[in-house]
């Protein structure tokens, strides 16, 4: 967990606990009132403030030992509470996130992630067992996107990781890729009218974002588990400088890749109000949710 994002959920639990305070001192409210309104619209201040900022999380999954943990009507609940409009979740294996989709369909957008299993994430390019698992799970299910995955380097030409774009160019699935900028362009050489989201943007430096950005108008980049971008409610110059250059490009997402990072969905969703909000509107809604939801081809309202 990102040191800020840690600091940033203390103080938001502190202003939760001071708006609460102040919804009852203004008279009419009952504590549980209080509570319930606090919680549904996460609201800081007055009665009828803004509701927050709707937010689109570009990575999330809901692996075995997630829904252990965090049943499916609670994850729903999280990721409502968070004050999400959409999560692009992707499980290992699969039935997590049908789980997830039979229990919040407005919220749920599912993708496809060649694992079975979590020690998949290390050798599903030599696997050929993966092929099949994609192919009956495509065939029983539907899904906007393959991902996400592990593929660096050439190993995007083995014929596992082909056969894999080739069964989302059938398709037209969404590639969700946790690569280096290398791997990235192998993918785009395959099928250079694939739709790829870059999980992580790559962690990369903003700059080298930048450039593979020039070079993939259909290269799209979530910013899931960095927080190199914004502390403290302020952007990063350079990746400003990124922001501004491709407003169109990018996202947010939590990642949780454990089922413990469930419980950082909402500090997560309000620490990247804090920074997205210093945005001019457009640019921050787009950033919040439009983005996302053009790259799904979703109808927006
Ligand atoms: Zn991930």
New binding site residues.
């Given amino acids: 967990m990102p040191i800020d994002l840690v600091s940033r959920s203390d103080s938001a639990g502190r202003t939760d606990r001071l708006s609460r305070q102040h919804l009852r001192r203004r008279g009419g409210l009952s504590r549980r009132d209080a509570v319930v309104a606090v919680m549904a619209g996460g609201l800081v201040g007055e009665i009828g403030a803004q509701a927050p900022m709707p937010l689109f999380d570009a ?1 999330i ?1 809901y692996s075995h030992d997630a829904w252990e943990v965090v049943p499916p009507k609670q994850a729903a609940a999280i990721l409502r509470q968070a004050g999400l409009r959409g999560a692009l979740v992707s499980s290992s294996d699969d039935e997590g996130t049908q789980k997830l989709l039979a229990e919040a369909p407005d919220l749920i957008v599912p993708e496809l992630r060649p694992y079975r299993t979590r020690s998949d994430l290390s050798g599903w390019v030599r696997d050929e067992g993966i092929v099949r698992y994609l192919e009956q799970r495509l065939s029983r299910h539907r899904y906007v996107g393959i991902g ?1 995955f592990h593929l660096y380097g050439d190993d995007a030409e083995l014929p596992v990781p082909r056969r894999m774009v080739a069964l989302a160019r059938e398709r037209s699935l969404l590639l969700h890729a ?1 690569s280096d900028a290398d791997a990235v362009a192998r993918l785009f050489r395959q099928w250079p009218e694939a739709r790829v989201l870059w ?1 992580h943007s790559g962690f990369e430096r903003p700059e080298k974002v930048r450039e593979l950005l020039r070079q993939q108008p259909r290269l799209w980049c979530d910013l ?2 960095r927080s190199d971008h914004a502390s403290n409610g302020r952007i990063d110059a350079a990746w400003r400088e990124a922001f501004d250059e491709f407003p169109g490009r990018f996202m947010v997402g939590t ?1 949780t ?1 454990t089922p413990e990072r469930w419980h950082y969905i909402a500090p997560h969703a309000s620490w990247s109000r804090g920074w997205i909000e210093t945005l001019p509107r457009a640019q921050a809604e787009a950033m919040a949710w439009r983005n996302a939801e053009a790259m799904l081809g979703r109808k927006t309202a």
């Fill in positions: 990575h999954h996400e946790h999980a899931a588990f990642d890749f």
